[in-house]
């Protein structure tokens, strides 16, 4: 991939402009100048300018992924902030949310401002996720007060649940103060046990340990509970089954505090694929059946899953080359997530591409309550330049990322990132 910087003056000409909060999809050109939009429409330029070609493309607002793993302090041989990055613009992605499971964990307002500090200089924005409890270790909550203060903007210990009932209320409770999302990754782990992938019938034929559908929605049902009985906000991570669903929209009925998120993976794949364990399907929560499957995309259509977070996980070729009861849970997403989302809810589930465009744009962004106004005159060119219907095959050279655990290795693809313009530069696949 190329990341260059903007020439002073860049001209994107001959595209469609779609507006996910205007909710329109219009043919103008714009005109970048000093890396912020300039103008629209029949723009005047003048011949030192860049001039990018975007027939039969369309621009729109950059991605926003609120669940990714950067694995920055402490595994930065499978990720860091800068290859993440990399990873983020090559799936159109200008924004992420980073998990705090690293090592050490994010979970003092000094690994908050860290973060924070090595970002600006980051081709992306990439905000801090706080843990909620000390090292993740699920006994005493951390500072939270003082991590937002620095720059945290959600709370969550994912890659492992918060068991303790008590601990979770009081999360949930202490949010209520700073109004920000409460992000639980709910699997019972006394349900799961050694379980590697889901419990069904494809599990029994492949004699792997499995772990049924109630150990992440009798948590879900718990934290949904929780959350009305605090008033505060919850949000769902990575939603596999489809019983979680039936609680979160039951729930969603009568609770405005809830929202939730869906993986490319779990919409994209079933069990079935698992049996060539391929360790890259290897993920926590497991990938499911083909009924969960159908459940998550009916989901996505009736607005009971808000938006689309990849969950990010790079993993070691080595620890993903060992035998599937040992290598660690995770896959990466950013590069092949358009591609597979698109094909999946757009090609072959009729979902409209505005409000796919929705799921990866405004919707994230009103969840962290980050600024949705990004085709606007004097604002900092944040954009992704995408064909809609390029037919691919997903392949190693496409992952910009330091680590290649991605199952999508091989798989067609539908609709396909071009260039991604953020923070000054242009990247181009
Ligand atoms: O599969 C997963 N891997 N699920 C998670 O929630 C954590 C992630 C990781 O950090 O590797």
Redesign the pocket.
């Known amino acids: 991939m190329n990341l260059t910087k903007l020439k002073k003056q860049v001209h994107l000409s001959g595209g469609q402009i779609l507006d996910p909060l205007a909710k329109t999809i219009t043919k103008k050109d714009i005109l970048i100048e000093n890396g912020k939009i300039k103008a629209f429409g029949n723009v005047k330029t003048s011949k030192s300018v860049q001039k990018i070609d975007c027939k039969g493309l369309i621009i729109t607002h950059g991605f926003c992924d609120l669940h990714v793993?950067f694995r920055e302090p402490g595994r930065e041989d499978k990720e860091t902030l800068e290859s993440g990055s990399m990873a983020a613009l090559a799936g159109g992605f200008t924004r992420v949310c980073v998990?705090p499971?690293t090592n050490p964990p994010i979970d003092s307002p000094e690994v908050i401002r860290y973060i924070v500090d090595r970002s600006e200089e980051c081709p992306i924005y990439i905000h801090p996720i706080g843990a909620i409890t000390k090292g993740q270790k699920g006994n005493e909550l951390t500072e939270m007060g003082a991590m937002l203060a620095e720059g945290a903007v959600a709370f969550s210990d994912?890659?492992l649940p918060v068991t303790d009932s008590a601990m979770m209320r009081n999360a949930l409770a202490y949010g209520t103060m700073f109004d920000i999302p409460i992000i639980n990754?709910a699997e019972d782990l006394c349900l799961k046990q050694d379980g590697v992938m889901h419990e069904g019938i494809v599990s029994t034929n492949l004699g792997l340990p499995s772990s049924p559908d109630l150990t992440e929605s009798n948590m879900v049902h718990r934290d949904l509970s929780l959350t009305l009985l605090t008033g505060g906000r919850l949000h769902v991570?990575?939603v596999s089954s489809s019983k979680s669903l039936d609680h979160i929209r039951l729930s969603k009925k009568s609770n405005d505090k809830v929202t939730a998120e869906v993986t490319p993976h779990h919409l994209f794949f079933t069990d079935n694929d698992l049996q060539g364990f391929d360790t890259n399907l290897k993920?926590?929560p497991p990938i499911r059946t083909i009924s969960d499957q159908k459940a998550l995309v009916e989901a996505v259509k009736d607005g009971t899953l808000d938006c689309i977070a990849t969950?990010h996980?790079p993993?070691t070729i080595e620890e993903k080359e060992s035998t599937f009861d040992l290598a660690?849970?995770?896959?990466i997403g950013l590069e092949s997530c358009f591609g597979a989302v698109n094909k999946v809810l757009v090609k072959e589930n009729n979902l409209n591409l505005l409000n796919l465009v929705q799921l990866l744009t405004t919707k994230p962004r009103d969840i962290m309550g980050f600024n949705n106004n990004l085709l606007d005159i004097g604002v900092h060119a944040e954009l992704t330049v995408l064909d809609p219907k390029e037919e691919w095959i997903f392949s190693r050279e496409d992952i910009q990322s330091k680590s290649k655990n991605s199952p999508f290795v091989g798989q067609n693809m539908y609709g396909r990132i071009k260039f991604t313009i953020n923070k000054g530069h242009i990247s181009k696949l």
Do not use: R, S
Request: no cysteine.
């Open positions: 793993h998990m499971n994912d890659g990754h991570p990575h993920v926590a969950d996980a993993h660690p849970f995770g896959m």
